[in-house]
């Protein structure tokens, strides 16, 4: 039974924990009301899982141990759905020759990504400084379009949220 009952610490830990980091993402995305859902489910978990550990403290240590090792994995578990989820844009800043910036200008608009460009003066040549707005989700797709044309360019993430306006 005690099995069991660790095992169900476990399960509850990464589910609060996971939740938690995912809580933080739709958060800073703006998503308040669903956070606020979330935070009370949070809640609830801790109550549960808490409760358990505290309830028998000094008769089981594996308790703690399992839930511990819940919080650890539910952190590790939070992070890559966070990743699989990719919520919200980033802006990618490109410094790249002027030659190239245009060809990767060209290839991003064939692709369907927005991009400004403006030009700039490099130690030993023009640049080209490229704006792209993109999904989260898209980034590794325009990192690689950009990459193939220019295996030389610097580019540079933010997260960014649109304030009015744009194309994505």
Do not use: H
């Not at 476990?10 to 589910?15: C, G």
């Not at 990459?147 to 009015?164: T, Y």
């Amino acid at each position: 039974m005690e099995i069991l009952i660790c095992l169900l610490i476990f399960a509850l830990k990464v589910l609060e924990t996971s939740l938690g980091t995912f809580r933080i993402i739709i958060l800073s995305n703006g998503k308040k009301v669903l956070s606020s859902i979330l935070s009370g489910v949070i809640a609830f978990i801790w109550v549960v899982s808490t409760g358990l550990v505290v309830l028998d403290i000094k008769k089981s240590i594996l308790r703690i141990i399992f839930l511990v090792l819940g919080c650890i994995s539910g952190s590790y578990i939070g992070s890559i759905i966070e990743e699989k989820i990719a919520i919200g844009n980033n802006l990618l800043i490109t410094i790249t020759s002027d030659k190239l910036g245009k060809l990767i200008c060209n290839s991003l608009r064939q692709n369907n990504f927005a991009v400004t460009v403006t030009r700039a003066n490099g130690i030993k040549e023009i640049k080209n400084i490229l704006f792209i707005m993109v999904p989260r989700k898209k980034q590794k797709d325009v990192k690689k379009l950009i990459l193939n044309i220019d295996k030389n360019a610097m580019i540079m993430s933010e997260s960014a949220s649109i304030i009015k306006g744009g194309y994505i």
